[in-house]
């Protein structure tokens, strides 16, 4: 059985009015700690020191990396030819870069003989012609999957077909 709440409260060791003792009442003063304020910094640096730049300049941009492309009006070659260069070079000129840098001379060397071919006969070869020219063309290219040829070709012959129709008119 539980004691009952006057048997608990006779057992306290101090009594309700020692508890609040230490609460100041209406009679007892309430001293309040003074928070000292810091004294305002002047702005101008001391005599003795050298001032400091507030802006510091950015650091020089690294240099451009060299381009794969060149462009057509420097090496002579028709614009026509220089639009075929970049639409065969879209995605691969990275992965070629990136993963093939010893041969990348090459692949430049055969992509800009294969815009010059597709640029020489963009009037006797249809699509599918275009697009077999496209896959043989990326199969030199290791590393890349069939999957990936294919799909690539696919749009580099309709980019292709697109940019001959425009030129025509």
């Not at 100041?24 to 003074?34: D, F, L, R």
């Not at 650091?59 to 639009?83: I, S």
């Not at 639409?87 to 055969?110: F, H």
Request: proline share 13%; hydrophobic share 40%; net charge negative.
């Amino acid at each position: 059985m539980r004691p009952s709440i006057h048997a608990t409260l006779t057992h306290m060791p101090f009594t309700p009015e020692q508890s609040f003792s230490s609460v100041p009442t209406a009679e007892q003063p309430v001293t309040v700690p003074v928070i000292e304020t810091p004294s305002p910094v002047s702005s101008a640096p001391p005599a003795d020191t050298e001032e400091i730049p507030d802006i510091v300049p950015p650091p020089e941009p690294p240099p451009e990396p060299e381009l794969l492309l060149t462009n057509g009006t420097e090496t002579g070659e028709p614009p026509l030819v220089r639009e075929v260069e970049i639409v065969l070079g879209r995605e691969i000129d990275e992965y070629v870069k990136a993963e093939l840098p010893a041969s990348e001379a090459e692949y430049v060397r055969r992509r800009n003989e294969l815009a010059h071919l597709l640029v020489a006969n963009k009037g006797a070869m249809d699509s599918v012609d275009i697009d077999e020219v496209i896959v043989r063309w990326l199969k030199t290219l290791p590393g890349l999957a069939t999957m990936f040829l294919e799909q690539a070709a696919a749009i580099k012959t309709r980019e292709l077909e697109f940019l001959f129709q425009e030129s025509s008119q």
